[in-house]
Each structure stands twice: as C-alpha cells, then as structure tokens.
C-alpha cells in the first residue's frame, strides 16, 4: 500500500496516471504565461518557494532555478519519490511527504506558494488555507491556480464533466478572503491527438473523453485559468 498523508483528498488523474499527467503537464501553457504572470506579481529569486501538491516534482527545477530554497510538498508518497528523484541533482529542491492541512514546514519559513490544481478548489479547503497563514513569511504571496469555468474550449468541458459546479461561489469564496483574480487564457499544446485522448480520459469519464475527442480538431486546446494570488 502506497504512503497518503492524512486528510489528503484524492487527485485520481495524476494518482492513478502520473505517466499520461506528466505528458498533460508538458502540453499545459507551453508560452510561459502562468510562469510570468507570477513572477510580474512576486519574483521568487533568492526566495524560499513552497510547491504544494507538487506531484511528481515537475515544476520543481523551474522554481529552483532562481529561489535560493524550494521545498515540494506532496501528500502521495510514490508521487513525491519520484519528484526526490526529478530532483537528486538539483541540490536547493527538498520533497516532503504531508498534505495541505497539516504542513510538515515551520511557521513563517515560505515566501512564496504555489498550488496548481491541487486541493485549493474554493469552499472546504480553509484548513489549509490556515496553514498556509502560518507558514508564509510576511510579505509573502500565495498563488492558487484553478480552472475558469466561465470561457475557453477547456472550460466548456469542465463544465459539462462537473455540471455542478459554481463558479460565482468560488469567485466568492476567494474574494471574501482576500485573494485577487488574475484571468489568464493559457492553452494545451500535444505532440499527437493520441497525447490529446490519453490525457482526456484521465481528466473526464470515458464517453465525455470520447466526445470532446470527436468534436475537436487538432492537437491545442485554448484553456482558461484563474490565478488566485494574496500577498501576506
């Protein structure tokens, strides 16, 4: 049996994938644009850099090329041996095994957060919203990356996977705890529409996969994002 931190909720894609997820994460903004909307926000050089639900590590070496210190905290313990492994030759990076509410990393020890798509997805995540209170240096910034539900290709699936959803209260949720929406039109980008099929049906059911497949040409999907920041 694999290693899950307490609490942890489960990321079935990545989980049970992570081979079809590590093709999924480089076709996901091959221009950059999350990378520099956050740096424009709060530059991490020479800063110590917290990557939550970091996975199997992959934005770890981006994060460590300019922070003087990058810790990966992920609550799958096969995933964050594979990142220790992304990461042996990397010397500033460190992978911790812990989930969102209960941060295995002493109080106000981070500069700047990083959370994509992982835990942070609106109302019933304040106990890791909590810690990350405590964990975040004054004049820190945290940074949550969620999926925009309201526009983009990308959008319109999600939307139709998770009828349910609203994104006007979790637009809500955030901005009542201070966070701002920085609206970002990012796009996948795969080698083959075979790349584009294995990593739909991690993401949706089987049959939606196979109908977002047949209604969509090519190889890119435009994919809108939010990038919830708050400076600490």
Request: net charge negative.
């Amino acid at each position: 049996m694999v290693e899950i931190a307490p609490g942890a909720v489960p990321s079935p894609n990545i989980w049970n994938s992570p081979r079809v997820y590590e093709i999924e994460n480089r076709a996901v903004d091959p221009d950059g644009a999350l990378e520099s909307a956050m740096r424009a926000l709060r530059p991490w050089d020479g800063a110590t850099v917290l990557d939550l639900g970091c996975g199997t590590g992959f934005h770890l070496p981006m994060f460590a090329r300019d922070a003087a210190q990058v810790v990966g905290v992920e609550p799958h313990a096969g995933l964050a041996a594979a990142a220790r492994r992304r990461v042996a030759e990397v010397p500033n990076v460190t992978v911790r095994v812990g989930a969102a509410q209960a941060l295995p990393i002493p109080d106000a020890s981070v500069d700047v957060v990083h959370v994509r798509w992982a835990y942070f997805f609106g109302p019933g995540c304040e106990p890791g919203l909590a810690e990350l209170d405590r964990v975040v240096r004054r004049g820190g910034a945290i940074f949550i990356i969620d999926n925009d539900a309201t526009r983009s290709t990308f959008g319109g699936w999600f939307r139709r996977g998770l009828p349910s959803y609203d994104p006007e209260a979790v637009e809500r949720f955030w901005t009542r705890r201070g966070f701002t929406r920085e609206p970002l039109l990012i796009r996948w980008s795969f080698e083959s529409r075979k790349d584009l099929a294995a990593v739909l049906r991690i993401e949706f059911p089987e049959a939606l996969a196979a109908e977002f497949l047949r209604e969509h040409e090519g190889c890119e999907v435009d994919y809108a994002v939010n990038l919830w920041w708050r400076r600490v």
